[in-house]
């Protein structure tokens, strides 16, 4: 399905929706998506987190300056990920849920 089939389903709950067919959008691991998508929502690299499965997510988000949170799988050695830049590993997305929501929650206590 195309990035574009997925905005129409997805747009109220997403800033950016970048796909491979998004015009400045190249194909992962470039990191070209990612920072389109830091360009539309005005946000900086370190204010955000990329969630991916392969290590060409990482690739992406740490050529773009994100932090990145994996997801594993049986197919999926969380040593190289991290060797290859990997900030975070996560085994559900549960997990996932927790590392975003613990970051959002120590952003919100650090504020004066």
Excluded at 74 to 99: K, P, Q, S, Y
């Amino acid at each position: 399905m195309c990035s574009s089939d997925l905005a129409l389903r997805w747009t109220d709950r997403f800033g950016a929706i970048i796909g491979r067919d998004t015009p400045g959008g190249a194909s992962k691991p470039a990191p070209d998506g990612a920072l389109l998508a830091l360009s539309i929502l005005g946000a900086a690299p370190e204010r955000v987190a990329f969630v991916g499965d392969t290590e060409y997510d990482v690739y992406c988000a740490r050529d773009a300056g994100i932090r990145t949170i994996v997801t594993l799988d049986e197919n999926r050695d969380g040593a190289f990920l991290l060797a290859e830049g990997a900030t975070h590993l996560a085994h559900t997305l549960e997990e996932v849920g927790d590392l975003l929501l613990s970051a959002t929650r120590l952003r919100a206590e650090a504020r004066p």
